[in-house]
């Protein structure tokens, strides 16, 4: 804990001209137990991944809860430890079952309406832990963490389409992604955990760029954990062990950390997972370990 320390005091030291502070607003009232991942919907739902309690929880746009839905189990509707979700331009709901080993695909009520069950690899069993749905494109990005892979399904149809990478540290290569989200040109942003880095393909699958690597400054990742991008293609990054959420632009150049606007210095979250951003740069924060879900006023302008 001292070496994070020193870390974070290093960091602090590093940021008076690169911060984004942010203005705490409130907590979701999920009265969650390992919450992991966020999804902001269209028409300004929020969902949450509500983890130990295998269930979805939904908010309007201001925080106020909705409704729950799912349970323990296998059948359809219900949930053996989801980790990650998204939502589609429709509002429908995609949950990356992870204990099912399967997508499940609900609408904006929570009402099930279909499954993906997930292929294993060489007889491991598929570790979906995080999704992108692109209605538009007719495309389902999936990644299967424990087999370092993305698969790539036909919405329409819901058969595969085609897998992207092998496991490795190369360029389409993967070493335990666990997130993933999507830029304004499609392009898909991977975090990958133990590479320490996020990895950035086009939908077809191609290279594009590397944001980050190991290290603890600024631009650097020492566990990479969750992942948001606004409608400027700011790409949000946050590191479960280092606490702290970096600002990054697509082409992998570092921007911005998010900090404290009392003390100037960096904002420390404990084990920050899902992130999410919205149209009113209202920034919003899954701490795991915390059992919280906080939202944030940004508080100026990313600039490039």
């Known amino acids: 804990m001292r070496a994070l320390s020193l ?50 929880k939904s908010f309007d746009s201001n925080g ?12 359809d509707g219900q949930f053996n430890y989801p980790l990650g979700l998204t939502v589609g331009a429709s509002g429908k709901v995609y949950v990356a079952d992870s204990g099912n080993h399967r997508i499940q695909i609900f609408d904006p009520a929570g009402q099930f309406l279909a499954k993906i069950d997930l292929p294993s690899r060489n007889g491991k069993l598929a570790d979906p832990t995080d999704l992108v749905a692109d209605e538009p494109a007719h495309a389902c990005f999936i990644v299967d963490n ?29 070493h335990y992604p666990f997130a993933i ?13 133990l590479n320490t880095r996020v990895q950035v393909l086009n939908p077809e699958g191609l290279f594009v760029t590397f944001i980050g690597d190991w290290g603890v400054d600024k631009g ?56 999410g951003v919205d149209s009113q740069r209202r920034l919003y924060v899954v701490e795991m370990t915390l059992n919280r879900v906080g939202v944030f006023r940004l508080l100026k302008e990313t600039h490039p």
Request: charged content about 20%; aromatic content about 8%; some cysteine.
């Open 64 to 75: 106020k809860f909705l409704a729950a839905f799912g349970q323990k189990g296998s059948a």
């Open 7 to 56: 870390c974070l005091l290093l960091l602090s030291a590093r940021v008076a001209s690169q911060a984004a502070p942010v203005e705490h607003l409130y907590d979701l009232p999920g009265n969650f137990r390992s919450p992991s991942d966020i999804a902001l919907s269209p028409t300004g739902a929020v969902y949450v991944v509500d983890g130990l309690n295998h269930c979805i």
């Open 181 to 193: 989200a999507q830029t304004r040109e499609r392009d898909l942003c991977v975090v990958e955990v």
């Open 220 to 275: 650097q990742f020492y566990r990479p954990k969750g992942i948001a991008i606004d409608n400027q293609d700011h790409v949000y990054v946050s590191d479960s062990y280092l606490g702290v959420v970096q600002i990054f632009d697509t082409t992998g150049r570092f921007l911005e950390l998010v900090t404290d606007p009392d003390t100037g210095k960096v904002k420390k979250f404990t084990t920050p997972m899902g992130l």
């Open 146 to 174: 424990d087999n370092h892979r993305i698969l790539h399904y036909d919405l329409p149809t819901l058969k595969l389409k085609q897998i992207l990478g092998t496991p490795g540290t190369k360029r389409r290569e993967f």
